[in-house]
């Protein structure tokens, strides 16, 4: 079985967060919540849920995960700008591991410089600042490229698991 990073924030969109961590754990996949600080209590935007931080960012190698999911929601505008988070995400892509993000996930991914070339989905409002960061958008409920995996919004989180089911 896989092991998963999931990249969390405060104001992370609840449940695209739960969903895709309470079903690949289900599958048998092992999963770490990693964010700024550890032991820091994270809060879903919409008051339904919440994280603990496991492990901060700034002490775990990319190397330890098949694997990292990026929810949506303000999670990844707090994120976006830590040196670790971009030096994490960037070393998972060179590895071919998989990256699954969505909603505004793909901001760390636009940040970290890894669109160029690149199809993918994301919350449809971000479409102008991903297109200006190279990447060619699809207004689609999951995309694939590589080993990108990118969905929309909580409406296609069916859609997001079962592509990120399908390759871990």
């Known amino acids: 079985m896989s092991k998963i990073a999931f990249?969390?924030?405060?104001?992370?969109?609840?449940?695209?967060?739960?969903?895709?961590?309470?079903e690949l754990k289900k599958a048998g996949h092992e999963a770490d919540i990693?964010?700024?600080?550890?032991?820091?209590?994270?809060?879903?935007?919409?008051?339904?849920?919440?994280?603990?931080?496991?492990?901060?960012?700034?002490?775990?190698?990319?190397?330890d995960y098949d694997a990292v999911v990026i929810p949506g929601g303000s999670s990844p505008e707090n994120l976006r700008l830590d040196a670790y988070v971009l030096k994490?995400?960037?070393e998972i892509?060179?590895?071919?591991?998989?990256?699954?993000?969505?909603?505004?996930?793909?901001?760390?991914l636009a940040s970290a410089d890894l669109l160029q070339g690149?199809?993918?989905?994301?919350?449809?409002?971000l479409k102008d600042d991903l297109v200006n960061a190279g990447a060619h958008f699809e207004d689609r409920e999951a995309v694939v490229d590589?080993?990108?995996?990118?969905s929309r919004t909580p409406k296609d989180e069916p859609a997001f698991v079962r592509e990120l089911l399908k390759v871990l």
């Open 7 to 22: 990249l969390l924030a405060d104001q992370f969109e609840d449940s695209e967060m739960q969903v895709p961590y309470d």
């Open 34 to 63: 990693i964010g700024l600080k550890q032991g820091e209590k994270v809060n879903g935007k919409q008051g339904k849920a919440s994280y603990t931080i496991e492990k901060a960012i700034a002490d775990v190698e990319s190397s």
């Open 88 to 90: 994490f995400v960037t």
């Open 93 to 108: 892509n060179e590895a071919k591991k998989t990256i699954g993000a969505i909603c505004h996930g793909p901001q760390i």
């Open 118 to 125: 690149r199809t993918i989905t994301a919350y449809p409002p």
């Open 146 to 150: 590589g080993n990108f995996i990118t």
